[in-house]
């Protein structure tokens, strides 16, 4: 009864903030997605470099989310979490090829964003929005799985990650698109310089995104732009301008640039007028990765980073933006995660959310409205692969399987969670604690570092409150036909729509499909 009441209360709050927008028209929607950018790295989270004017300021009118989180500790699967309102072990992105394994979409998967799911851009053509995309795809390369058939009217960007560059008579470089067919590729047209790091394609995405926001404005449309640029995953990279600026090398330049480039998208939308009637909402795809040999990015105080289901892992830094709607200088401790964005964008639209599929957002209209200080209480999904390693409830959060890395890996010096070693906890076996999970306070103790003892009336109590939410989780859970198990170096970016015109198409091998090895 409580979640019905809450569901018709943001309905009603939502046609009211509708009715005081222009036209009675339903508002704009700007989700920023940053790559591979830490809780950490913002001014407002406490870095004492104090680099992100922009995103500070960005909180101070707006509203900080400090308990919000992805939805998979890695690229591909939390992106499709935020497109589709679903845990990704629910819509596919995820392997069955081992257990608890990463997978996600370099270019010579075969999979992609599955046929069955329906994406926010789709969602939102109900009411007559056009979407964008600018930046990182990531829910699969070959064409069938790409952003213009999958809801999308536009998009300039790439398929994949900006990794290279490669040898094209092995393993063609990442194409970068605009909507159908590509311009051209990484490190070929569209250059990063391996040795400086210099890159304009910060600028190039902000230039994107800043004529899409124009071009709607003067046609008087509402507009869905995804803005996911990635200059923070490694190869980092800045322009030119921002090298050498930031004293926290060169990922701190790419961070300076990024929250310009923020900052430059917010002065638009003042200045065109439209501020008031446009939500922003900046976050990232998961913790920063402290495995790069350069310089990586800060999870705060929290333990471990990319790739691992610890706090550092998965806990993001998240503002919300909408001037006249979210009161400014306000925190929100509501737990929340990436999939969130998909209700709350559907309601703020006005367009029901699918009824035939289990989503696992809910709607924070009322939460970023300042009307109601919390939701219901909810928790928070911790998966790797096909495995939930752990939950939060409230406070509490339960480790029913620990791991960071293998020991092989480790041995290499590949470590998740550097300088962090916590023993029994970030363990280089997948540990299993189904019987006696740990539990760890995560406001006495968010670095997750003491585990309460079993013998306490308090590990009892939570244990008791927290093991009906797993049970039922795991009783009631349809896990989507897998997406990333098969691998094949023929269906690489070989050949893609427009490599004709400019002579760029590569022959690709003949096709032996196998099993993808995820080793982590």
């Known amino acids: 009864m409580a979640a019905l009441t809450l569901s018709l209360f943001s309905a009603i709050i939502c046609c009211s903030v509708a009715e005081k927008l222009p036209n009675g028209s339903p508002p704009n929607i700007i989700i920023m997605l940053m790559d591979d950018m830490g809780w950490g790295d913002l001014g407002v989270f406490g870095h004492p470099a104090k680099e992100t004017p922009n995103l500070d300021a960005m909180?101070?009118?707006?509203?900080?989310?400090?308990?919000?989180?992805?939805?998979?500790?890695?690229?591909?699967?939390?992106?499709?979490?935020?497109?589709?309102?679903?845990?990704?072990?629910?819509?596919?992105?995820?392997?069955?090829?081992?257990h608890a394994r990463n997978?996600?979409?370099?270019?010579?998967?075969?999979?992609?964003?599955?046929?069955?799911?329906?994406?926010?851009?789709?969602?939102?053509?109900?009411?007559?929005y056009v979407s964008k995309i600018v930046g990182k795809w990531h829910l699969g390369h070959r064409p069938e799985y790409l952003p213009l058939e999958n809801g999308f009217d536009e998009w300039f960007g790439a398929p994949?990650?900006?990794?290279?560059?490669?040898?094209?008579?092995?393993?063609?470089?990442i194409p970068v698109y605009n909507n159908s067919e590509m311009l051209g590729r990484y490190y070929e047209e569209f250059q990063i310089n391996v040795n400086t790091g210099e890159s304009n394609l910060t600028q190039i995405f902000l230039r994107e995104g800043l004529e899409f926001i124009h071009r709607q404005t003067k046609a008087q449309q509402p507009f869905f732009l995804y803005w996911a640029p990635d200059a923070t995953h490694t190869r980092v990279y800045a322009s030119q301008s921002f090298l050498g600026k930031s004293q926290r090398g060169r990922y701190g330049d790419a961070v300076m640039e990024l929250d310009d480039s923020v900052g430059?998208?917010?002065?638009?939308l003042r200045s065109l007028g439209i501020e008031k009637n446009t939500f922003v909402f900046f976050t990232s795809d998961n913790g920063a990765a402290l495995t790069s040999k350069i310089n990586g990015g800060s999870n705060g105080p929290f333990l471990c980073g990319k790739e691992t289901t610890f706090e550092g892992g998965m806990r993001e830094p998240a503002i919300a933006w909408w001037p006249g709607n979210i009161k400014e200088g306000t925190v929100s401790h509501q737990l929340a995660n990436v999939m969130d964005l998909f209700t709350t964008s559907l309601s703020l639209a006005g367009i029901s959310a699918p009824d035939d599929r289990t989503l696992d957002g809910l709607d924070l209209t009322s939460v970023l409205l300042n009307v109601s200080h919390s939701l219901e209480d909810r928790p928070i999904f911790y998966y790797r692969g096909n495995e939930m390693m752990a939950v939060r409830v409230g406070q509490y959060k339960a480790h029913y399987w620990t791991w960071t890395n293998s020991i092989q890996e480790f041995k290499q010096g590949i470590n998740f969670c550097t300088g962090q070693d916590v023993p029994g906890v970030t363990t280089h076996n997948q540990t299993e604690h189904t019987m006696q999970p740990l539990i760890?306070?995560?406001?006495?103790?968010?670095?997750?570092?003491?585990?309460?003892?079993?013998?306490?009336?308090?590990?009892?109590?939570v244990l008791r409150s927290i093991s009906p939410v797993v049970e039922d989780h795991k009783k009631t859970l349809v896990a989507g036909v897998p997406q990333l198990n098969m691998c094949d170096l023929s269906v690489m970016n070989w050949a893609p729509a427009g490599c004709e015109k400019l002579g760029k198409c590569l022959k690709a091998p003949k096709s032996k499909p196998w099993k993808c090895g995820w080793p982590h």
């Open 440 to 461: 760890f306070h995560l406001g006495r103790d968010p670095g997750e570092k003491f585990p309460l003892s079993v013998l306490t009336k308090e590990y009892q109590d």
């Open 264 to 268: 430059q998208i917010l002065s638009s």
């Open 103 to 128: 997978a996600y979409t370099p270019q010579y998967v075969v999979g992609g964003i599955s046929k069955d799911e329906i994406l926010l851009p789709q969602m939102l053509k109900k009411k007559g």
């Open 59 to 98: 909180a101070a009118q707006g509203m900080l989310l400090p308990n919000f989180y992805t939805g998979n500790p890695l690229c591909s699967p939390s992106r499709a979490a935020l497109l589709t309102g679903r845990l990704p072990v629910r819509n596919g992105f995820y392997t069955t090829n081992a």
């Open 160 to 173: 994949n990650c900006h990794v290279g560059p490669y040898n094209s008579s092995v393993t063609p470089n």
